[in-house]
């Protein structure tokens, strides 16, 4: 996908790293309730110079404006994506079967799915992989 600032991000592209995809949208209150909890958790994976990357991925925004009002306002500084921006029938919440939000997916280096589900739950996967608190 194209990025906020214009760089393209692939899953290919992360070799050796692992990443969490994060399927949020501006107009979802339990997202937005939950995206301190991302922005802590970059924070220390950020600190440990953990081996991942984030990448957000908007689902089902109207426009780019309170998308990215919202990035601003949560303080979101890893790559963000609009899944609105995608070619039509190419949508990345449907390749992976995305059917609520928030919800997060850990891919490990080797491109395996290690989590989906909504990134509250991600406390425990991070502490094994990541050896955080």
Known sequence: MTTLD???FTLSGQ???YVLIDFWGSWCGPCRQSNAYLVELYSQLQEKEAPIEFIGI???EDSDKNWLKAIEKDGLTWPQ???RHRPPGESIAALYGIDGYPTSI???PEGEILF???HMDLE???EKFFDIE
């Open 124 to 126: 425990e996967p991070m």
């Open 106 to 108: 850990l891919v490990s």
């Open 116 to 118: 989906k589900d909504h």
């Open 6 to 8: 214009g760089s393209r």
């Open 58 to 60: 908007a689902c089902r």
């Open 81 to 83: 994506a609009n899944d």
């Open 15 to 17: 070799t050796g790293k």
